[in-house]
T-cell receptor, first 115, second 113 residues
Framework: DGGITQSPKYLFRKEGQNVTLSCEQN?????MYWYRQDPGQGLRLIYY???????QKGDIAEGYSVSREKKESFPLTVTSAQKNPTAFYLC??????????????FGEGSRLTVL | DAKTTQPNSMESNEEEPVHLPCNHS???????IHWYRQLPSQGPEYVIH???SNVNNRMASLAIAEDRKSSTLILHRATLRDAAVYYC??????????????FGQGTELSVKP
């Protein structure tokens, strides 16, 4: 079945360590997105990519980095510069044509806890 | 980015209709109105979207005001599985905003048996 796979589902990290969250999609979508969600809050956009080898910062990009070397993959690295990294991270994708304004497909999320 | 305003929470009885309101007074002409819902510890699920006309699908109906400054998501017969946080979001045209979704706080819907 087509969809978005995020891994790991749960991740623990010590302060000062970088960690990379994986996001893979087999929907042949051009656009991919990373969101962060804190308890009781809505989602906030970290980074998004409209095409391979290109990405833009969202509203809260500081302390995060991404790459888009392949169409199906959009990994997110949470660096030690991110002051409050404990959160629920969600990856999404959508068709990326200029005329498309339809739905985003979301993964199941990765919950990161900093010890 | 244009913003939306929703009530923090609403209650409904099972098998009754639910009307979830959303205000978006600064909506631009090219913004689509999207609705998603989210269960705890899961990714959001698409519900419905529209531009100007009312829309229906198997999950819900979307009623859009004539001036587009507000909209209402209608669940025709609420079930216990409809209990979730519902987000009303404006999606800009892909070519100038990356098609990104800006989420607000959402409405937490509880359904009583």
């Amino acid at each position: 079945d087509g969809g978005i796979t995020q891994s790991p589902k749960y991740l623990f990290r010590k302060e000062g360590q970088n960690v990379t969250l994986s996001c893979e999609q087999n929907l042949n979508h051009d656009a991919m997105y990373w969101y962060r969600q804190d308890p009781g809050q809505g989602l906030r956009l970290i980074y998004y990519s409209q095409i391979v080898n290109d990405f833009q910062k969202g509203d809260i990009a500081e302390g995060y980095s991404v790459s888009r070397e392949k169409k199906e993959s959009f990994p997110l690295t949470v660096t030690s510069a991110q002051k409050n990294p404990t959160a629920f991270y969600l990856c999404a994708s959508s068709i990326g044509t200029a005329q498309y304004t339809g739905e985003l497909f979301f993964g199941e999320g990765s919950r990161l806890t900093v010890l | 980015d244009a913003k939306t305003t929703q009530p923090n929470s609403m209650e409904s009885n099972e098998e009754e209709p639910v009307h979830l309101p959303c205000n978006h007074s600064t909506i631009s002409g090219t913004d689509y109105i999207h609705w998603y819902r989210q269960l705890p510890s899961q990714g959001p699920e698409y519900v419905i979207h529209g531009l100007t006309s009312n829309v229906n699908n198997r999950m819900a109906s979307l009623a859009i005001a004539e001036d587009r400054k507000s909209s209402t998501l209608i669940l025709h017969r609420a079930t216990l599985r409809d209990a979730a946080v519902y987000y009303c979001i404006l999606r800009g045209a892909f070519y100038n905003q990356g098609g990104k979704l800006i989420f607000g706080q959402g409405t937490e819907l509880s359904v009583k048996p």
